[in-house]
């Protein structure tokens, strides 16, 4: 694989717009690839801005932009007349944003795990059938397939490029990790199931098989030198520079074979 090369990149971007979709770890992802871009061409202008849940980067020198949505499971989650929060498998308020995109870069899982007081919903709308929980896999799987037909029926792909990130692993402990582990711990049940989706899909979707690469990489969390400290060991996101700039060297070489 080449090493990256930030101005092919920025011209093989020309005239274009790439959004990140997902959560934190999009964001990531997307922070270690405006930093890679920023620091092969330091004295090139660059317009940073924020429009509700979108944040744009922009290179006038080249006219490109990388935008982050935040859009942490896809499918949505409103806010009944009760307050009551329910998360709609259905339903994709977003869409109308990313159809706008040349290229695509798709994440969620991190926040299916959540339970008890980070839990984001208090009921699921599945089609006609209302219910408190399932199991978060199936939920994933659920939210995917809506996803997956919005890609197949909506998307024209000779026109936008869909990528998704594949799942960025947690890992129990981080501590004093300064070299990389012996093991993955074996295949990743959210990635499985992505992959599986991905599958029966009819649209061309790129898979960032970024998973079992970062399984290694306990090293590259911000442990305990992120925010919160020792009182909120980080052991989900990735510092920047590190792991990220490898998914997007990924990244970079996808593009070069489409």
């Known amino acids: 694989m080449d090493r990256f090369n930030a101005t092919e990149f920025q011209l093989k971007f020309k005239g274009k717009q790439l959004m990140f979709v997902g959560d934190s770890l999009s964001l990531d992802q997307w922070q270690s690839l405006t930093c890679m871009l920023h620091a092969a061409d ?20 080249y006219n490109t932009s990388y935008l982050i949505l935040r859009d942490v499971f896809l499918v949505d989650i409103v806010k009944e007349y009760n307050r009551t929060r329910v998360l709609e498998l259905d339903s994709l308020s977003y869409a109308a944003q990313w159809k706008e995109m040349d290229f695509l870069v798709f994440d969620s899982w991190h926040w299916w795990l959540h339970t008890g007081r980070k839990q984001a919903w208090d009921l699921v709308r599945d089609g006609n059938s209302t219910y408190k929980d399932a199991p978060r ?45 012996n093991s993955t711990q074996g295949p990743h049940p959210g990635e499985l199931v992505l992959e599986k989706v991905l599958r029966r899909m009819r649209k061309p979707v790129h898979l960032l098989n970024v998973t079992t690469l970062s399984q290694y990489r306990a090293d590259g969390h911000p442990s305990v030198y992120g925010f919160g400290g020792h009182r909120n060991i980080d052991c989900t996101h990735w510092c920047v520079a590190g792991v990220a700039d490898t998914w997007n060297v990924l990244l970079s070489a996808l593009l070069d074979q489409l």
Do not use: M
Request: aromatic share 14%.
């Open 42 to 61: 330091p004295q090139a202008e660059y317009i940073s801005k924020r429009n509700g849940a979108t944040s744009f980067f922009t290179f006038p020198k």
């Open 137 to 181: 896999l199936t939920l994933y799987e659920k939210a995917l397939n809506t996803w997956a037909k919005w890609v197949d029926s909506e998307v024209d792909t000779t026109k936008t490029k869909v990528f998704f990130q594949g799942v960025s692993p947690d890992h129990d402990n981080c501590v004093g990790a300064t070299l990389p582990s």
